[in-house]
């Protein structure tokens, strides 16, 4: 007799049909402006810190055990500081608690004050969890986010300094002062994993030298964690080496085949914030909306590979980076992008305008004459971060809207604004943002005008 399943077989659940491409046919604008000359400290090598050390130094090698963990590049006036890093337990038993340390140095002999204008820092757990969220949901309150990252960028994007962070600190010639001293913890998290991402936005009003640095956190005589001291973080600064364990290399920008890793950023960037008026020509203050049925796209955090055909890498150069650390800050983490759209209705018809941020397929040249989404999208999220609108509604009413956006890859993304725009109609449009960390750049800026005749 045959056995029973094979007399009964169990039945087979079809795979999910691959999803299917959609291939959109419009234009796709290099988006006009450039980034300011901020320089932005870019702490985000490793990302998984597992063995403590420096992870980045801008200090001068002098006197330092290690010289070439140093980069020795001074910080003065505006500069930005971002930090990334993700702890892990390295074995069930080891549940220590890494601390992520940032200090800054004078070394001239007058005091030098630091203005802390914006500064935000928070933990994936308990702080920000990876939640599921709709592709859009209004957030006005700053309530809605998804990882820590998410919720920084929210909170500069409004103006904010979190709660517990100083106005200023003043740094005595010659000394050094802790800017951030926090705790990564992972015991009593399932895994025990954990992340925290960070961004300040500083004024000095002299030369300062910066530095991060982890530590696991040192015990007191009880067995208990307590933080690291100054002269600890400044001990780990003088004697240590970098910390690992290190990412993978970046590839070569002159390589152009095979398979490109951008790698993590370990550096001082070039670039706080990405400011443009998006018009037609540059003689002109306005923006034609598109032809009925028709739309145009400018792209958002454009890179090597990834630029849409546009030519245009808006990735930031890096003024000092470790070797083995990417060549870029590819994805422009914390960079603020501040679009103004003037937007003008030259058809001579009534139309009904949307505008929307997507995330199509990279490509670097576009093969198909469009951008290539997918249906339904792919599973990872590539970009979830929340949007600034403010504009003249319907009514004539000035609105200030926050909205939030997941999208996954291949999404076309829904409308984050419609517009009914008069023939001959004017509407100013401003879309600010920053561009979340844990995302995966490129997106686009679409403005499209829907078809009367639908």
């Known amino acids: 007799m045959l056995p029973f399943l094979q007399i009964f077989p169990v039945a087979q659940i079809p795979p999910s049909p691959p999803p299917q491409e959609v291939v959109q ?59 990334h890093h993700v702890a892990k337990a390295t074995s069930p038993e080891d549940l220590r608690t890494l601390y992520l340390g940032v200090i800054l140095h004078n070394p001239s ?17 308990p702080d920000a969890p990876f939640i599921e969220l709709p ?3 209004e957030n006005l309150l700053g309530t809605v986010f998804a990882g820590p990252g998410d919720r920084v960028m929210n909170d500069l994007l409004r103006g904010q300094r979190q709660a517990g962070w100083p106005a200023f600190v003043v740094i005595p010639p010659k000394q050094s002062q802790i800017l951030l001293n926090l705790p990564i913890p992972v015991q009593g998290l399932e895994p025990p994993i954990n ?60 390589q152009t085949t095979g398979s490109v ?14 400011q443009a008026q998006l018009v037609d ?22 890179l090597n590979g990834g630029r849409l055909g546009t030519e245009q890498v808006q990735s930031a150069p890096l003024l000092v980076r470790y070797p083995d650390t990417a060549y870029r800050a590819h994805g422009n983490y914390g960079i603020q992008y501040s679009l103004s759209l003037p937007l003008y209705n030259n058809t001579g018809q009534p139309q009904t305008v949307t505008l929307s941020i997507q995330t199509p397929v990279k490509e670097d ?62 509407r100013l449009v401003l879309v600010d943002f920053l561009y979340p960390p844990d995302s995966t750049p490129p997106q686009v800026l679409t403005l499209k005008t829907l078809d009367s005749t639908n």
Do not use: C
């Open 135 to 137: 592709p859009l949901i």
């Open 281 to 302: 020509r540059s003689d002109v203050s306005y923006l034609s909306i598109p032809q009925p049925g028709q739309a145009f796209s400018y792209g958002l955090s454009t």
């Open 365 to 426: 040249q576009l093969q198909q004459r469009g951008l290539r989404f997918l249906n339904p999208p792919a599973s990872q999220v590539f970009f979830r971060g929340t949007v600034r609108l403010r504009y003249n509604d319907d009514r004539n009413l000035p609105q200030t809207r926050y909205v939030h956006l997941v999208q996954k890859r291949g999404q076309p993304g829904e409308p984050l604004l419609i517009l009914q725009m008069r023939a001959g109609d004017r």
């Open 261 to 274: 890793v951008y790698g993590r950023v370990a550096g001082v960037a070039q670039g706080s914030q990405w």
């Open 109 to 125: 002999n007058q005091p030098v004050k630091v203005d802390v204008l914006q500064a935000a820092s928070y933990l994936s757990q």
């Open 25 to 83: 046919p419009q234009e796709v604008r290099p988006l006009p402006g450039s980034l300011d000359t901020v320089p932005v400290f870019n702490s985000n090598s490793p990302e998984l810190v597992q063995t403590e050390g420096i992870l980045l130094s801008t200090f001068p090698p002098t006197g330092k055990r290690i010289s070439t963990a140093h980069l020795n590049f001074p910080l003065q006036g505006r500069f930005d500081i971002f930090a």
């Open 195 to 254: 992340g925290r991402s960070t961004l300040m936005q500083l004024r000095s009003s002299g030369v300062v030298y910066a530095a991060s640095l982890a530590m696991y956190a040192p015990l007191n005589p009880d067995g208990t964690e307590r933080s690291p001291t100054l002269a600890e973080w400044q001990q780990l600064l003088d004697s240590g080496d970098l910390a690992g364990p290190r990412d993978r290399p970046p590839t070569p920008p002159e």
